[in-house]
Nanobody, 128 residues
């Protein structure tokens, strides 16, 4: 089992920045792939970004590409989402996710079903 706890959410004005953190505990060596998803009110949860165990491979959703950066610190069992140039449409609950699959050719990382472990979420609100 892997436990995930998100932090760093809050209220920010449009154009501002936030850094979300995800702390992993438990069988963290199983968390080969980690990702961020978000869910806005009345909408389905959507993929934001994913990262491989080593951090070498990342995949960013087009909607946030160029503004958001995903990273991780294996030694600290931490993952981060740096969010810059925030827009009101980025307002959502952001979730951390992890899975034991290895990042390789054909690896799927954008679907909810690609992940076994989820955090409780952290609210991000961007005011206009």
């Amino acid at each position: 089992q892997v436990q995930l706890v998100e932090s760093g959410g809050g209220l920010v004005q449009a154009g501002g920045s936030l850094r979300l953190s995800c702390a992993a505990s438990g069988r963290t060596f199983s968390a080969y792939v980690m990702g961020w998803f978000r869910q806005a009110p009345g909408k389905e949860r959507e993929f934001v970004a994913a990262i491989s165990w080593s951090g070498t491979n990342t995949y960013i959703a087009d909607s946030v590409k160029g503004r958001f950066t995903i990273s991780r610190e294996i030694a600290k069992d931490m993952m981060y989402l740096q969010m810059n140039s925030l827009k009101p449409e980025d307002t959502a609950v952001y979730y951390c996710a992890a899975d034991s699959q290895r990042w390789g050719a054909g690896t799927r990382v954008t679907r909810l079903s690609d992940y076994d472990y989820w955090g409780q979420g952290t609210q991000v609100t961007v005011s206009s």
